[in-house]
Every structure is written in structure tokens, then in C-alpha cells.
């Protein structure tokens, strides 16, 4: 499956349920695993509407203006079909 954000074929576009601001694309969650990542899984994910794992590339997104951090499920090409 192709992710168009991992891609570079879709900016996020995404705002933060706080503030309002634009919510930064900080890579899939998968990439934050290790032991320095800023994201905690205290983080309530934002709800997509998609449930199915298969079919979204999760990511991690950031508010520079609130220092607020959440998921964010993307669609992935496959769902697009
Ligand atoms: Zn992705
Ligand atoms: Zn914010």
C-alpha cells in the first residue's frame, strides 16, 4: 500500500483540535518507536472515521503552536481504489 504522505504525493492536511493551527507531519508511528520519541501514547489519536489498520499508514502529527501531539490514521492509495 502506498501512503501519500509518506510519499510526498499529499501534504497534511490536517488542524489541530486545540488551537486550530496547521498540524506538522512528524512521520509514521512506526518511525517513533525508539527510546527518544516525544510522542506518548497518553496522546488521544484524532478520530479519522477509518478503522481498519490494513488500510491506513499511521503518523504522527505536531502543533508548533501548542506543543500538542496526536495520530493521525492516512488513507492509503488502496482505499482510494
Ligand atoms: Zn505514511
Ligand atoms: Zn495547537
Do not use: K
Not at 492536511?13 to 486545540?18: S, W
Not at 499508514?57 to 501531539?69: F, G, K, L, N, R
Request: proline share 7%; net charge negative; with cysteine.
Amino acid at each position: 500500500m502506498l501512503c501519500p504522505l509518506c510519499n510526498g504525493l499529499q501534504q497534511l492536511n490536517e488542524r489541530c483540535p486545540l488551537c486550530g493551527h496547521e498540524l506538522e507531519d512528524e512521520g509514521r508511528t512506526s518511525d517513533w518507536s525508539g527510546p527518544y520519541a516525544p510522542y506518548t501514547p497518553d496522546a488521544v489519536p484524532l478520530e479519522s472515521g477509518l478503522s481498519s489498520s490494513e488500510a491506513v499508514c499511521t503518523h504522527i502529527a505536531y502543533c508548533a503552536s501548542c506543543d500538542y501531539w496526536c495520530e493521525l490514521s492516512i488513507a492509503t492509495e488502496a482505499t482510494f481504489r
